[in-house]
């Protein structure tokens, strides 16, 4: 039986392999091992903030992450470590209070870190056919920053490595530009940091936070097309303040700025002035390696037919493909055990499971059976209000999941509809979105049917 101290030490390196940066540093990393006895661990949190958040966000993550490496239900519970506080070390905390909101200020760029992960670099980058135009544009960003690409735009599915070049040319620029200031920031980050700033009144504060950049770093820009409208005003005058100075902007999506058509068309516009590059899926030999990249910059051994078979496994995802070999580590290391093909197949039993084409048919279904409905009806021409309503959510799933579904293919899907008709059902949901959190929630659900089943 494993000892509390090597469960916890294969958990952080499973946690830290499967997490992305961002909820590695503002959630896990400060984590520690409390007690482990009888399948319960008990984990701390050095604040009653930090230990709120991991237990909203990521405690169902933790749990799964925990139970399959001990391979048995586990109960994972949370507690408060810093010394300061009353809590005892070893007892669980039972009720959360409500924290108090810390007052926000920003300091200059100067002064705050530029939020870059130092591992990801381009030497680690792994470059193939499916991105190579991307790596190139990169590297030429950060080798002249303002002068190459500005600004430079990557788009892509999850997974494929935006993430990594925004850190790339930011470390690049930070090692070989010395005086040049650097800041990479998600749009969720940028939003936080806008509402905090409106209101904290410290809104001049934000500006020079952001605008006092040489190189500007803005990862998944498509979450901005549910904000409100003094949200991009903000940000289409961060942007021009900081192009009108020749400062590098590079941003990622997961679609072209064509298609993001919640941004406001002038900010769209001056994205597609720059360079618009697109990130693929990797084929078989730049998936390998990656795996081999991976596994030799972390000392791990990994056979060839290991690498192989989960490269032949996940086809789309490089975090899932990293992911793999740091669960893998973790296995053979709490077991003692040589990473060989048959503890691959033995502990990823849930690795790159079959994948089915995403079909409309397919969309329909699920959302005629979340709201106890039939098909026939969602399609059909009936004006009762649940009918309309599961009708509408159809369609606007249709047109965000499918992006090669145009307003007119759609309206053919629901008996023959003028387009006009699907483009006024989708813009209800997508104001529903922005103000009412029940529809938000219904659509995160579907959308977690249909991606479980996609």
């Known amino acids: 039986m494993q000892s509390g101290e090597e469960i916890w030490t294969a958990l952080r390196d499973s946690l830290r392999g499967n997490a992305s940066e961002a909820v590695w540093a503002a959630g896990l990393s400060t984590l ?44 994972v519970s949370l507690t408060i470590t810093e010394a300061s506080n009353t809590t005892n070390l070893k007892e669980p905390v039972a009720e959360f209070a409500e924290p108090t909101p810390p007052v926000v200020t920003f300091a200059s760029s100067v002064d705050q870190p530029a939020r870059l992960d130092p591992r990801m670099t381009f030497d680690s980058f792994v470059p193939g056919p499916s991105n190579r135009l991307a790596f190139a544009a990169a ?15 990557i788009y892509g599915n999850s997974g494929l490595g935006k993430t990594h070049l925004l850190h790339a040319i930011g470390n690049y ?13 998600s749009t969720e980050t940028f939003l936080n940091d806008f509402i905090r700033a409106i209101q904290t009144r410290t809104q001049l504060s934000l500006h020079e936070r952001y605008r006092e950049n ?13 904000r409100g409208e003094t949200f991009h005003e903000e940000i289409f005058h961060t942007y021009n303040a900081l192009h009108g100075e020749g400062k590098q902007i590079v941003l990622t999506s997961d679609r072209s700025p064509r298609d993001l058509a919640g941004l406001q068309d002038r900010f769209r516009s001056r994205l597609l002035q720059g360079l618009v590059t697109e990130i693929d899926q990797p084929d078989l030999e730049t998936r390998i390696a990656i795996l081999r990249s991976k596994s030799e910059r972390e000392g791990i051994a990994l056979p060839d037919e290991v690498a192989e078979w989960i490269a032949q496994r996940v086809r789309d995802n490089i975090r899932e493909l990293e992911g793999s070999i740091t669960m ?25 499971q079959e994948q089915v084409i995403l079909k409309p048919e397919t969309i329909l279904s699920v ?6 409905l039939s098909v026939e ?43 006009t008709t699907v483009i006024s059902g989708v813009e209800k949901i997508k104001e529903q979105l922005t103000s009412n959190p029940e529809m938000l929630s219904q659509i995160n659900q579907l959308k977690r049917r249909l991606q479980g089943e996609s």
């Open 32 to 75: 520690r091992l409390v007690d482990y006895h009888d399948n319960v661990l008990v984990i701390g949190a050095p604040n009653q903030i930090q230990l709120l958040r991991v237990q909203q966000r990521y405690l169902p993550f933790i749990t799964e992450q925990a139970q399959q490496l001990v391979g048995s239900p586990v109960l």
């Open 139 to 153: 590297q030429s960003v950060a080798e002249t920053p303002g002068r190459a690409y500005n600004p430079l735009m």
């Open 173 to 185: 620029v930070q090692e070989n530009y010395r005086g040049r200031k650097v800041l990479y920031v």
């Open 214 to 226: 040489d190189v500007l770093l803005i990862d998944d820009i498509q979450f901005m097309e549910t």
């Open 328 to 352: 893998l580590r973790a296995f053979a290391n709490l077991r003692q055990e040589p990473i060989t093909l048959e503890l691959a197949k033995a502990h990823l039993t849930n690795l790159g």
């Open 367 to 372: 959302v005629a059976d979340f709201y106890g």
């Open 377 to 419: 009806d969602v399609r059909g021409s009936k004006r009762l209000r649940p009918l309309v309503h599961a009708r509408h959510v159809a369609m606007y799933l249709i047109r965000d999941m499918l992006n090669n579904y145009s307003y007119p293919m759609i309206a053919r899907i629901f008996d023959g509809r003028n387009h």
